[in-house]
């Protein structure tokens, strides 16, 4: 059975003040796929999710995402759920944890609208499937890590999305909370029947909950499904890799050496 490709790149570069940031980028990603993408810092992989969501142009070659320009995704305001690296400048903003997850909905309704009752039912409805509702008149500040990340997520959720974005997601979570973070992305795609496309610097962890891998620095210098190669992750990163595979038993997969 052919797959749907929801988004579709070709021979796609980004120059910021002429420094190339990505450079001849093809890449099909599948509906229904979790997809991981690794690469070290400054390898654009922000920059690629900007692409994608229509906040960032690219300087040559073009992107579809379900069939359509990201900018003309962008004028609808849904469709794309997407959560930054740094969903909330400031921690100690007096906004209720509700209030964040309605913010999700201000794509859709209209930055001076008020929300109505069906947005308002759509962020508790996210709030419950995030295990947060009991959370929803907390000041968001007031919140752990993790429970925080959730609660981004229910936002990103508030626009309805078929395709979901997440930038880092992982980061300052310890490994049980990421572990659990990872079965709820798991969870909600299979129940949303979502596409996902996750940026990642855990090499061991993605591998072992997404379908496809994209290595990227600047080029794509892999897009298959897991396991990588040793070979390929150190083309990737340019430099040898360590990496640690998250299981039952954790163990390190390093370069082979003489005695």
């Known amino acids: ?13 980004v120059n910021y003040n002429r420094v190339p940031i990505l450079e001849d980028i093809t890449l099909d990603i599948q509906e229904g796929h979790f997809v ?16 994608i969501l229509g906040l960032v142009k690219p300087s040559a070659g073009g992107i579809l995402v379900f069939g359509e320009t990201p900018w003309q995704l962008r004028r609808q305001g849904r469709r794309v759920g997407y959560l930054p690296q740094r969903p909330l400048s400031n921690p100690h903003f007096p906004v209720s944890v509700l ?3 309605l913010m999700g909905r201000y794509g859709v309704m209209g930055m001076l609208s008020r ?6 039912q759509i962020a508790w409805d996210n709030l419950a499937r995030l295990g947060m509702a009991h ?8 919140l752990s890590g993790g429970e925080q990340q959730r609660v981004f997520i229910a936002r990103a959720l508030s626009v309805e999305p078929r395709l979901l974005l997440l930038d880092e997601p992982m980061v300052s979570l310890d490994a049980c909370l990421q572990d ?15 596409t996902v496309i996750m940026v990642s610097h855990d090499i061991g962890a993605v ?6 891998i994209v ?6 210098h892999v897009h298959q499904p897991p396991p990588i190669g040793r070979l390929a992750l150190e083309s990737t990163f340019g430099c040898s890799v360590e990496y640690l595979f998250h299981g039952e038993i954790p163990h390190r997969v390093v370069r082979s050496h003489d005695m």
Not at 207 to 212: E, F, K, S, Y
């Open 180 to 194: 659990e973070l990872y079965e709820l992305i798991q969870r909600l795609k299979e129940e949303l029947q979502l």
């Open 1 to 13: 059975m052919t797959e749907t490709v929801v988004i579709k790149i070709r021979h796609l570069d």
């Open 36 to 51: 991981g993408v690794l690469g070290p810092n400054g390898a654009g992989k922000s920059t690629l999710l900007k692409v």
């Open 115 to 120: 929300p109505s009752r069906r947005d308002r």
């Open 135 to 142: 959370l929803a008149h907390r000041p968001i500040g007031e």
């Open 99 to 101: 209030e964040v997850v």
């Open 215 to 220: 290595c990227l620095n600047r080029r794509v």
């Open 207 to 212: 591998v072992t909950h997404v379908d496809d």
